[in-house]
């Protein structure tokens, strides 16, 4: 009798999670907008930082550079409490940043989204780099090529990844909920965005409305994948 009663939760959670969705209802209409844009401009801004730093660091020769890489490297495995915990800690009152008033606002969510997402764009660029046969590089350096030039020529050579890189930065950060909640305080029409709006309305006990959003969020998810799956051709199969 339990299980049935649980089956029928679930079943009419479904169906009004799908009357949410088809009836476009604002309250999950304002959340996927927000979890949007601000996911869009800490994945475009990671890019615009991450990936000419990833091509710098890949064809330059200086002191610790084995050590700057480990760096990015284990920051693109960062836990995001942790991000979060740091942003929290210096925009708070008390924090080195207080004065600017940012804890609980789109823009701490945008920076701790960032520092998430950076250092995944530059390491998967330097990573990408790598593959670049050293014949190009070496045919570079006898032509005298300075460090802006390499990175252009570099970047003409993985154009195919730097598609993925961009994908799996917006991947990063749009399915986040930790740092998210830690610095944006999931406040309701001004940082609540999707993961966070399913912690929300699960303790609630809105089963419905929380699938409304598990849903939106795997949509998403899935459009990324798809998209990228798509747009960089893979080795056709000989089977």
């Excluded at 009357?19 to 907008?33: A, F, N, Q, R, S």
């Excluded at 996911?39 to 020769?61: E, K, M």
């Excluded at 495995?77 to 789109?106: E, I, M, N, W």
């Excluded at 660029?125 to 050293?134: D, L, N, S």
Aim: charged share 15%; net charge positive.
């Amino acid at each position: 009798m339990l299980a049935l009663r649980s089956m029928d939760i679930i079943y009419s959670a479904f169906i009004k999670c799908f009357g949410l969705i088809i009836g476009m209802d604002p309250y999950l209409i304002e959340v996927t907008k927000l979890t949007l844009l601000i996911s869009a401009l800490s994945t475009l801004t990671s890019f615009i930082i991450g990936v000419p730093a990833g091509l710098v660091i890949a064809q330059s020769d200086f002191a610790f550079k084995r050590l700057a890489i480990s760096v990015i490297n284990a920051g693109m495995g960062l836990p995001p409490v942790v991000v979060g915990l740091v942003v929290a800690l210096l925009f708070g009152r008390s924090g080195v940043f207080g004065d600017l008033d940012l804890l609980y606002t789109r823009t701490a969510v945008f920076i701790s989204q960032l520092i998430i997402a950076l250092p995944m764009a530059c390491g998967l660029t330097i990573a990408a780099c790598g593959e670049v046969p050293r014949a190009l590089k070496l045919q570079l350096d006898s032509f005298g090529a300075g460090v802006y030039q390499k990175s252009f020529y570099l970047a003409r050579e993985i154009k195919k990844s730097l598609i993925v890189i961009t994908m799996a930065a917006f991947g990063s950060v749009i399915s986040e909920v930790g740092a998210v909640i830690m610095v944006g305080g999931n406040i309701l029409n001004e940082t609540r965005v999707l993961t966070t709006a399913i912690v929300s309305e699960v303790r609630v006990g809105n089963y419905d409305t929380a699938l409304g959003f598990a849903f939106i969020l795997l949509a998403l998810t899935f459009a990324v994948n798809y998209a990228v799956t798509v747009i960089t051709p893979g080795k056709k199969s000989g089977f």
